[in-house]
């Protein structure tokens, strides 16, 4: 009789939170509650109205070691720094991170340098340095609000919306392309392993999908069904599986428990980031050397037996049993720049090195 008291009491508590409609912010932006946000396969408590604790880095090729920095604030003064006449590369980094992570900045430095963009770096890492990653999740809806407001505004100066890319790792991925969905004509989204809880399997409006952007890719580096924090589920129009996407070479406690010696002589977090976040974090060590290197990072179309196998060996087989040898734009994929030039949609599998260099030579 307790027990089922006690069932029906949490019902009523979630049903309750559910049924609220809105919820508003004092800057007068309210936001949708319950289905699809809040489900019960998708159980977030309401959003925080955080989203002013927003920066924005403007980068560009001539002051990439002094970006300026403005807050949400000041955010309508940035189109004033821009040349609307260049494309513009936009960056979200992922939970626990923010513009402190130089491996998250150099990204945008690097892609800004490369193609001469505008590059900004969108810093939301007091939001996203909450441990509680539920609220985190929901509050990704009221930074994109800020973020969205950015854009817009850069748009309305004279930045065509075909030449912003948006580029997002992990919850940043999401975050990235609620603001493409929310802004007609971007021209490219690319989710660097976008993350996976309370996002699978969730409706498109939730998560990165395919069509939120002209183009749309995503590249998986730890989709393991069991242990993985990204996505597994096709969400683009093509789709990059590094090492078969579900785990990366010399990652994780399952091949290299020796690690663990390490927590003696290093940071306890430092080492647990190691081991448990390796494959997350390869995604945007894999693209920054795509970025940075004349090598080519080639995705060939898989069959189903390579994939297989590059999965149940934790993604070392994969450089020995996919060959991209012979690859072009027309029967192969690329990652980085080139992406949206390939002639291919769909799945391919990208092999690596086991270290740095990633990059495997043809």
């Given at each position: 009789?307790c027990?089922?008291?006690?069932c029906f009491?949490?019902?009523?508590?979630?049903?309750?939170?559910?049924?609220?409609?809105q919820k508003?912010?004092?800057?007068?932006?309210?936001?949708e509650?319950g289905d699809?946000?809040?489900?019960l396969?998708?159980?977030v408590?309401?959003p925080e109205c955080e989203?002013?604790?927003?920066?924005?880095?403007?980068i560009e090729?001539?002051?990439?070691?002094?970006?300026?920095?403005?807050?949400?604030?000041n955010?309508?003064?940035?189109p004033?720094?821009?040349?609307?006449?260049?494309?513009?590369?936009?960056?979200?980094?992922g939970?626990?991170?923010?513009a402190?992570?130089?491996?998250?900045?150099?990204?945008?430095?690097l892609?800004?340098s490369?193609?001469?963009?505008?590059g900004?770096?969108?810093?939301?890492?007091e939001i996203?340095?909450?441990?509680?990653y539920p609220q985190?999740?929901?509050?990704?809806r009221?930074?994109a609000t800020?973020v969205?407001?950015?854009?817009?505004?850069?748009?309305?100066?004279?930045v065509s919306p075909?030449?912003?890319?948006?580029?997002g790792?992990?919850?940043g991925a999401?975050l990235?392309?609620?603001?493409?969905?929310?802004?007609?004509?971007?021209?490219?989204?690319?989710?660097?392993?976008?993350?996976r809880?309370?996002?699978?399997d969730q409706?498109c409006?939730?998560r990165?999908?395919k069509g939120d952007?002209?183009?749309?890719e995503?590249?998986?580096t730890?989709g393991?069904?069991?242990?993985?924090?990204g996505?597994?589920?096709?969400d683009?129009?093509?789709?990059?599986?590094v090492n078969?996407?579900?785990?990366q070479?010399?990652?994780?406690?399952?091949?290299?428990?020796?690690?663990?010696?390490?927590?003696?002589r290093?940071?306890i977090?430092?080492v647990?980031?190691?081991?448990?976040?390796?494959s997350l974090?390869r995604?945007v060590?894999?693209?920054t050397?795509?970025?940075?290197?004349?090598?080519?990072?080639w995705?060939?179309?898989p069959?189903?037996?390579?994939?297989?196998?590059?999965?149940?060996t934790?993604?070392?087989?994969t450089?020995?049993?996919?060959?991209?040898?012979n690859?072009?734009?027309?029967?192969?994929?690329?990652?980085g720049?080139?992406t949206?030039h390939?002639t291919?949609?769909?799945?391919?599998?990208?092999?690596t090195n086991y270290q740095?260099?990633?990059?495997?030579s043809?």
């Amino acid at each position: 009789m307790c027990y089922t008291l006690l069932c029906f009491t949490l019902l009523l508590l979630v049903s309750s939170s559910f049924c609220a409609k809105q919820k508003c912010c004092p800057d007068k932006e309210c936001y949708e509650l319950g289905d699809p946000w809040q489900t019960l396969t998708r159980l977030v408590p309401e959003p925080e109205c955080e989203g002013n604790l927003t920066r924005f880095f403007l980068i560009e090729s001539s002051n990439k070691d002094n970006p300026v920095v403005f807050t949400a604030r000041n955010a309508s003064k940035i189109p004033g720094y821009l040349n609307v006449r260049k494309p513009t590369i936009i960056f979200f980094h992922g939970w626990m991170s923010s513009a402190a992570a130089p491996s998250i900045m150099n990204i945008t430095t690097l892609y800004s340098s490369r193609v001469n963009a505008n590059g900004i770096f969108v810093d939301y890492g007091e939001i996203a340095k909450n441990v509680n990653y539920p609220q985190v999740v929901s509050n990704l809806r009221v930074v994109a609000t800020y973020v969205t407001k950015m854009v817009q505004n850069i748009i309305q100066a004279g930045v065509s919306p075909s030449q912003i890319h948006l580029i997002g790792h992990s919850l940043g991925a999401h975050l990235a392309a609620y603001v493409a969905k929310a802004i007609p004509g971007i021209g490219r989204l690319t989710g660097l392993d976008p993350a996976r809880f309370l996002f699978t399997d969730q409706n498109c409006e939730v998560r990165l999908c395919k069509g939120d952007a002209q183009f749309t890719e995503t590249i998986h580096t730890n989709g393991n069904p069991v242990w993985g924090f990204g996505t597994s589920i096709e969400d683009g129009d093509v789709d990059l599986w590094v090492n078969g996407g579900w785990d990366q070479p010399n990652c994780g406690v399952v091949v290299n428990p020796l690690a663990i010696l390490q927590i003696g002589r290093s940071k306890i977090s430092e080492v647990v980031t190691d081991l448990f976040f390796c494959s997350l974090r390869r995604a945007v060590l894999y693209y920054t050397e795509a970025l940075a290197s004349s090598c080519v990072f080639w995705g060939v179309k898989p069959d189903p037996l390579n994939m297989l196998i590059s999965r149940l060996t934790l993604g070392h087989a994969t450089k020995f049993i996919v060959h991209p040898r012979n690859c072009t734009l027309q029967n192969c994929v690329p990652v980085g720049l080139d992406t949206i030039h390939a002639t291919g949609r769909g799945s391919f599998i990208v092999p690596t090195n086991y270290q740095q260099p990633f990059c495997v030579s043809q």
